[in-house]
């Protein structure tokens, strides 16, 4: 008989024999007669092609064969009462929230979707999302603040304590209004002198991919700087006047595609970069944040075959 017969019944009712040491006191435990249990164990016993008791007058005994058996039947019922009381925990009104740090290169991408695909669930952990600099949202990670961080890997020296799973990767771009002066152009360190650049500021993630960026195609430092983290800012401004906005192309990607942004045209493959979730290392995440990494796994799966 195949081993995808066993039921959860014979389970409970093995441990309940070799628990209580009897038949009797096992059918009284699960408020079943004898006869149930005897039949229970002796399919169980068939399935398993292996006796699992030895019987006599002072009760039923395991056989080493049911002593290999019960300690894998007690970890599977036991599996099965904390599945259920993490789905209960989930679902409560009373769940404690799942706290999310947000780079922009998810907020705007990523993130929007799982959590619409997170919230469908019906979960009881509302999610908080947290937003700001790479180093804040580390801090917060690293002393219990926030339960996971979404964006660009950080740097190595920075990662200490953390585990990091890779997602998808992007590159960065270079960001303008549809219509601007550039558009359609490629980007030369004469033409971009006159124009006003939007920067990430120093401490974030891909600052340092940028200022590397700037030296290996020979743009100038930029005359006129703006230095912010703020998505509603920049795009808010890129679109009023002729600045430009460097940025990881998944913050933009949506408002290219529907005409409103345009990208130059300047080489930037050699910033791409691993987009994913930081943990704190050998954490096991609460049930409403395992939902949620699900979800955020799946819309990742679909950006990686578009």
């Known amino acids: 008989m195949s081993r995808s017969a066993v039921r959860l019944r014979h389970l409970r009712t093995f441990v309940a024999v070799a628990r209580q040491g009897s038949i009797g006191r096992a059918a009284e435990e699960l408020a079943v007669t004898q006869p149930a249990v005897s039949k229970s164990i002796k399919e169980l016993e068939k399935i398993l092609a292996a006796p699992l008791l030895s019987r006599n007058r002072r009760g039923a005994l395991l056989s080493p064969y049911g002593e290999i058996f019960l300690r894998h039947a007690e970890a599977s019922l036991a599996a099965l009462h904390r599945g259920m009381a993490d789905v209960r925990d989930a679902t409560e009104p009373s769940a404690l929230p799942v706290r999310i740090g947000a780079l922009p290169t998810v907020s705007a991408r990523l993130l929007p979707a799982a959590i619409q695909r997170y919230l469908a669930h019906g979960p009881g952990a509302v999610p908080q999302i947290v937003t700001g600099p790479t180093a804040y949202l580390t801090t917060q990670l690293r002393d219990g603040s926030l339960d996971i961080v979404i964006g660009r890997m950080g740097e190595p020296e920075t990662m200490t304590g953390l585990a990091f799973e890779h997602l998808y990767s992007e590159v960065i771009v270079f960001a303008v ?15 971009i002198l006159p124009f006003e650049i939007l920067l990430p500021p120093p401490g974030s993630v891909i600052r340092p991919t940028v200022d590397r960026l700037f030296l290996a195609a020979n743009l100038p430092v930029p005359a006129r700087m703006i230095e912010t983290v703020s998505l509603a800012f920049s795009r808010a401004y890129i679109l009023a006047t002729d600045a430009i906005w460097v940025i990881s192309q998944g913050v933009v990607l949506e408002d290219v595609h529907r005409g409103v942004l345009d990208c130059l045209a300047v080489d930037t493959a050699a910033t791409q970069g691993p987009v994913g979730i930081t943990m704190r290392a050998g954490e096991v995440p609460s049930p409403a944040a395992t939902m949620l990494l699900e979800e955020l796994r799946g819309v990742a799966a679909e950006i990686r075959r578009s």
């Open 177 to 191: 209004r549809a219509g601007h002066p550039l558009a359609g152009g490629t980007l030369r360190p004469e033409t």
